[in-house]
């Protein structure tokens, strides 16, 4: 499969918003739908609808057999060594609290440390801010440099024999800042701690090897890698799973019900209670079947190339400012920006306008937006079905934009 020709296999890119074609450059917020996982959820509830595990029936069987091929897709994709540490929840949010609330409860004293950082999305932070009021633990924030990168020996300031968890993004969802998860990974194993890496913004652009990585926790979201909405995955380390309480309780998960106790279900399903997302899963397993068929390296180099030549362009306008590494390689594939004075959302609505759709906010990441002085910031992310042109829409956007508001101001 070309890169070129990635954009036919989307139908949603084949219209026009506002007279304008599509310019879609949101996609670290969702991702668009390739036609082979519409296709595959459409048929999974033409022909296989039924729930899962529990029947005999053909119907059950087949739905059975699709929602834990798409668990062992899963496995693969991540390379973990069973499917017992694939955990499907609704998205990266459900995997991070299911940690905060199986694992650091249960785990943590007053004095115990959980080390983060200031560039984390909400959906990990508040967690970890209601696992420390709740058992006495203290968060603390590992520094950033001036570009938003994390160093090293910043790191290991951060991290002491007191650290138990350290948690993670493999990029910022604002920055676009890629993280060196594997050798954090080495200096919270060096002190006693484990690591919980929110890959939400890596899994659909970086290639992921949990074993390499040695993590013991990984969290991702479907619906940001061509997937369906509600759909994501926990990994755990089997032997830190099979030592935790599962957070929720119900059908599917329990394995034997009295009275006045019960028991549950072996790894992974005593964490997946009630009838679970079958037909996101198989949507999920679809979308591994078309990133892998891309190939996760091209991916990579793809979006590497588009954040150099939207930097490049950007860099043309006059009052604007990217956030973030300069160097392209050293980020996943978005450019975070301000124009001017003109409010990020006044940026946002002239470029739909125009076609062109990107993100303005805090990003669910407001104590980065004060670490970076800024209130809000609009943003532009890029995806296998983007290129060159895409970004030159969005240069001649901001190009309006810019002399919109100087007239009006």
Known sequence: MMLKDIKSYFPILNQEINGHPLVYLDSAATSQKPIQVIEAVKNYYELDNSNVHRGVHSLGNRATDAYEGARDKVRKFINATSTKEIIFTRGTTT?????????????LKEGDEIVITYMEHHANLIPWQQAAKATGAVLKYIDLEADGTITLENVRKQITPNTKIVAMGMASNVMGSINPIKEVTQIAHENGAIMVVDAAQGAPHLRIDVQDLDCDFLAFSGHKMCAPTGIGVLYGKQAILENMEPVEFGG???????????????????????????????????????????????????????????????????????????????????????????????????????????????????????????????????????????????VAGLRTAKEYFNDVF
Request: net charge negative; aromatic share 8%; charged share 20%.
């Open 95 to 107: 995997s991070i609290n299911l940690v905060a609330s199986g694992y650091a409860r249960q785990n």
């Open 252 to 394: 599917e998960m329990i394995d034997f019900v009295g009275l006045y106790d019960a028991t549950w279900k072996e790894l992974p399903w005593k964490f997946e209670g009630g009838t679970p997302i079958i037909a996101g899963a198989v949507g999920l397993g679809a979308a591994i079947d078309f990133l892998e068929e891309i190939g996760l390296d091209n991916i990579a180099a793809h979006e590497h190339a588009l954040a150099a030549y939207a930097m490049d362009q950007l860099e043309t306008i006059d009052g604007l400012v990217i956030y973030g590494p300069r160097d392209a390689n050293k980020r996943c594939g978005l450019v975070t920006f301000n124009l001017d004075d003109v409010h990020p959302h006044d940026v946002a609505t002239v470029l739909d306008m125009n076609g062109v759709a990107v993100r303005a906010g805090h990003h669910c990441a407001q104590p980065l937006m004060k670490w970076l002085n800024v209130s809000a910031t609009a943003r532009a992310s890029f995806y296998v079905y983007n290129d060159e042109k895409d970004i030159d829409k969005l």
